[in-house]
Nanobody, 121 residues
């Protein structure tokens, strides 16, 4: 049973920084995609960043709205993925969710419970 637990959210002023963590358990995560989505009140959940596995290694990609401000990283030894968020803006306010995608005959997505990030202006 895959479990994902996020932490690191909080209240921060505009221009500040936060680091989100996602601890994963329940299987090996070396060869899976790991990343982050967010959902603001009244809006749909949206992609933020992902580190994707392939036989050539890992690649990261970002939503345009966070590119150059957010950095995703992973620590396979700790089964963890992180999101370093800098230059935060009020529009970054949302619940942030960790997602793991396990490829197979059918790709299975796993989600954490979310951590709240609030950026005050």
């Amino acid at each position: 049973q895959v479990q994902l637990v996020e932490s690191g959210g909080g209240l921060v002023q505009a221009g500040g920084s936060l680091r989100l963590s996602c601890a994963a358990s329940g299987r090996t995560f070396t060869n899976v995609d790991m990343g982050w989505y967010r959902q603001a009140p009244g809006k749909e959940r949206e992609f933020v960043a992902m580190t994707r596995w392939s036989w050539r290694g890992y690649n990261s990609d970002y939503a345009d709205s966070v590119k150059d401000r957010f950095t995703i990283s992973r620590d396979n030894a700790r089964n963890a993925v992180y999101l370093e968020m800098n230059s935060l803006k009020p529009e970054d306010t949302a619940s942030y969710y960790c997602k793991v995608g396990v490829a197979g005959p059918v790709t299975v997505d796993y989600w954490g419970q979310g951590t709240q990030v609030t950026v005050s202006s």
